[in-house]
């Protein structure tokens, strides 16, 4: 298809009305990368979240500039997160790239940002110097992290500073839900946002017994995510918003509440 229509098509997605749904819900991972642009201006970014009832959001982007662009419309709906990354190729390689610290240092210094990620990071590269002078960077400016990792890895994170609020970004995203429930108990510091992680349902969309049961005894520590990581994400917003109404409602209202608002709220 020519690339011009296709991204008329994608507008129109962006634009058709769209259907009021039950709950104001903040938002734990929201992208606004540079490939969707194009097809969603920042505008239409920060209407488009409002249309769709989340009321603010954790916004990181490659680069951060996508980022900076909705948090000088919005400020009160865009809570700025500053990823290692100032191109894609960063994603591969900050881990032991010492040049983004000065990155890192320079977007601090604008006094916006609430954290730093959302990041991935996996075991074989968790014990760089580059990733302890980053955790620091979070606890010398009160910066929470967002993170993409495995368990080993969030560990690792979570007691490399102990005083630094750390969202695990998917909760691991089929990691058993044993090890997450021990983490939570010994962790006070370590939080789950949860997109992507679709075994807590069985095939009627259901929330699983002891996915509920986790949730409901943890209320404070879960967030929700929608995860625009890619433009095909943003055009089925809707449906991702859609889809955490319905398994919220199987929530108690004190678990629910917290889960798709309170928490961001009283974190930022
Ligand atoms: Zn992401």
């Not at 938002?27 to 920060?46: F, K, R, T």
């Not at 969309?205 to 625009?228: A, C, H, S, V, Y």
Request: charged share 20%; glycine share 4%.
């Amino acid at each position: 298809m020519h690339y011009k229509i296709k991204i008329w098509l994608i507008s129109l997605c962006f634009l058709s009305p769209l259907t009021p749904y039950a709950f104001e819900i903040n938002d734990g991972h929201i992208h606004y990368n540079q490939d969707v642009w194009p097809m969603l201006s920042p505008e239409q970014a920060i209407n488009y979240l409002a249309e769709n009832n989340i009321q603010r959001a954790i916004v990181s982007s490659t680069p951060t500039e996508g980022t900076e662009k909705l948090y000088k419309l919005a400020p009160g709906r865009v809570i700025p997160f500053l990823r290692p990354y100032r191109n894609i190729r960063d994603q591969f390689t900050f881990h032991s790239d010492p040049t983004i610290l000065n990155h890192l240092k320079q977007k601090i210094d604008l006094g916006i940002y609430a954290g730093i990620g959302e990041f991935h990071l996996f075991e074989k590269h968790k014990d760089t110097v580059v990733i302890q002078e980053i955790m620091q960077l979070a606890a010398d400016y009160k910066l929470a992290i967002s993170a993409h990792s495995d368990y080993a890895t969030i560990l690792t994170l979570v007691n490399l500073q102990p005083n630094v609020r750390v969202i695990w970004a998917h909760c691991g995203m089929d990691h058993p839900i044993e090890d997450i429930t021990q983490a939570l108990k010994e962790y006070p510091n370590l939080f789950c946002e949860l997109s992507f992680r679709y075994n807590m349902f069985d095939d009627d969309e259901q929330l699983r017994p002891d996915w509920k049961k986790l949730l409901e005894e943890n209320p404070t520590r879960f967030i929700l995510g929608m995860d625009t990581y890619i433009p095909r994400r943003w055009a089925a917003l809707p449906e991702h918003v859609e889809f955490a109404n319905g398994w919220l409602e199987q929530l108690s209202q004190n678990t629910r509440q917290k889960i798709a608002r309170e928490n961001i709220n009283n974190w930022f």
